[in-house]
């Protein structure tokens, strides 16, 4: 099956929709029960369907031109008893149907998405957020219908054709050819219309990515599009992307009305062909009247079936596509991975940190932006680390969380290389309250245990009056359970900050680290947010990251970052410098 499908792409790329396909049939394979099931409903529907034009056929000869009202009477109760069996069957496996499509389109989803979260900040920092929810949004639904919707119902047009050939054939095996001259026309029309449909359905996957990366990059920043008076700039822009989507549509239409138009004109050809011969020999006595009207009923149900097999040709191209561009996504390796066996954390976690000759670059840069760095941190201690713009004070804890892994060098928490820890558990033991405190839609309480789920009422309660949140509990309609709206937007620099100090506690970690957190709060604000560090984590590793020279007034340690090296300076050097 993977190498028919295979064969029918043709790409550049073979292997990759291989190993894609490979992918999707591993979500496909757990439901073999429930889609046998399906085909076997989807059988008795299709034999109900053929029965009825030949039920018509009895009724009218054995029934109308026989003078038979007994058997007129018995066939249309027949017909009536096949109609709402075929209706209760119908209902039963749409029904069906759309659980199973929903069940692979969410696992499908949620198996990217998982994928997604192990890769590195630098591929999110790459990409753009609006072509990625492209991805799992619009061509994961895409690749679901192609393996639910369109090759199911492949199959059950296929059951369809067979079955109405085989009645076309026992009626007349002479008009029945007509459907070996009209299927060789559409499958060398619609192998013509391929590339187009390809060409155009990429196009239309790329202009969807462009609409949905403006809406992300301008929404959450309109309260600047304001101030700066270019809201009809970005409205235009708007305009201009979704007129260039909507030419992408129009033109992907019109290619699928000719890929359909000519097969279904073709049909009708046919159908009128048979329709001329048929009543030839009924006018002539050769034929029955009910011969010929469930011929011509078989005729047009075995040419459904055989467009919609031809137009599985099509959505094969389609899906090719949207494969294509998820496959992009998951052949991307993530920069780090937990190790297949890690060793535990070491017991007591007393969190001193060792530097060993670390080393690390980006590609894009020509030097190093750590150079063989050496440092012990020790547990327990605040640490002040300043440096300028770029010098790598960021880069240095996205390597004590694993983000990165040095090019060379190791880093050791109390004494253990911090690779050969669960990735997990080594994340969990260290907080970072940055400059842009994460908030999302929820509740303030669900917010404050976002990094421990497991905490209980009672214990965000203490957490936020540990964190002097009392006055905003007290002034939010529902306490905790008020909800902060879309990135808690509405709260000031101070209040998101001891919100993520808050969520810290609950987190429990041997070691915290501050990265520029009090860079957007004044003086009074930053001196009450490193006051509260010291008390609530006072005996635990603290980081402090900053260009303010008052915020790293009382460490044990300072350090400045400088072309690479990480060098031990004086407080007293440090504020003279500031």
Not at 137 to 146: H, K, L
Not at 433 to 439: A, F, K, R
Request: proline share 4%; aromatic share 6%; hydrophobic share 45%.
């Amino acid at each position: 099956m993977l190498h028919w499908l295979t064969r029918a792409i043709h790409s550049h790329d073979r292997p990759a929709l291989e190993q894609g396909f490979r992918w999707l049939y591993g979500f496909i394979s757990p439901h073999r029960l429930a889609i046998a099931g399906l085909l076997t409903l989807s059988l008795l529907a299709s034999l109900l369907v053929l029965l009825q034009p030949w039920l018509t056929k009895l009724l009218i000869d054995a029934g109308l031109l026989a003078g038979s009202y007994r058997t007129l009477v018995m066939m249309a109760g027949l017909m009536i008893l096949t109609g709402v069996a075929s209706t209760l069957l119908s209902g039963i496996n749409r029904y069906l149907h759309t659980r199973l499509s929903g069940r692979i389109l969410f696992t499908l989803r949620s198996d990217l998405y998982r994928h997604l979260l192990t890769l590195s900040p630098r591929f999110f920092g790459e990409r753009r957020t609006g072509d990625l929810l492209s991805r799992l949004d619009g061509d994961v639904a895409e690749i679901q219908r192609f393996a639910v919707n369109s090759l199911f119902s492949a199959l059950s047009s296929l059951l369809g054709l067979i079955g109405a050939v085989t009645l076309m054939i026992l009626l007349s095996w002479k008009l029945a050819l007509l459907i070996l001259i009209l299927v060789p026309l559409e499958g060398i029309w619609l192998h013509w219309m391929r590339r187009k449909v390809e060409h155009q359905t990429r196009g239309l996957r790329e202009r969807s990515a462009d609409l949905s990366s403006f809406l992300v990059e301008t929404l959450p920043a309109a309260k600047f599009i304001q101030a700066s008076g270019q809201s009809e700039r970005e409205r235009h822009r708007l305009d201009g992307l979704n007129d260039r989507y909507l030419g992408q549509l129009l033109g992907l239409q019109i290619t699928e009305f000719f890929t359909q138009a000519i097969p279904s004109t073709l049909t009708s050809l046919t159908r009128a062909a048979a329709f001329l011969i048929g009543g030839w020999w009924v006018i002539e006595g050769q034929w029955q009247l009910g011969s010929l009207i469930a011929f011509s009923t078989y005729l047009g149900m075995a040419t459904g079936p055989v467009n919609s097999l031809m137009g599985l040709y099509v959505a094969i191209q389609r899906m090719s596509v949207s494969l294509t561009r998820v496959n992009e996504v998951r052949q991307q390796h993530p920069d780090v991975r937990s190790p297949l066996q890690p060793r535990p954390l070491p017991s007591p976690l007393r969190g001193e940190i060792t530097l060993d000759a670390v080393r690390f670059g980006y590609p894009d840069r020509s030097r190093p932006v750590l150079d063989g760095v050496s440092a012990v941190l020790p547990a327990g201690t605040k640490i002040a680390i300043s440096g300028a713009s770029g010098a790598g004070k960021s880069t240095l804890i996205d390597l004590l969380q694993r983000h990165f892994d040095p090019q060379a060098g190791r880093l050791c928490l109390d004494g253990t290389d911090i690779a050969t820890l669960d990735l997990s558990a080594l994340r969990r033991t260290i907080a970072v309250v940055s400059q842009d405190i994460v908030l999302f839609r929820g509740s303030l309480a669900d917010n404050l245990r976002y990094a421990s789920p497991e905490a209980s009422d009672d214990d965000i309660a203490r957490a936020a009056h540990a964190a002097r949140l009392d006055e905003l509990v007290e002034r939010l309609p529902a306490g905790l359970d008020s909800p902060l709206g879309e990135r808690g937007q509405q709260l000031s620099g101070g209040q998101r900050q001891r919100i993520a100090i808050a969520r810290a506690l609950l987190q429990d970690p041997a070691i915290l680290v501050l990265d520029e957190a009090t860079s957007a709060v004044d003086a009074a604000t930053e001196a009450e947010v490193i006051a509260a560090v010291d008390r609530l984590f006072a005996g635990r590793t603290r980081i402090l990251i900053s260009h303010h020279a008052s915020a790293l007034a009382g460490a044990d340690q300072h350090f400045q970052l400088t072309d690479g090296r990480l060098t031990p300076r004086n407080i007293t050097e440090v504020l003279d410098a500031s």
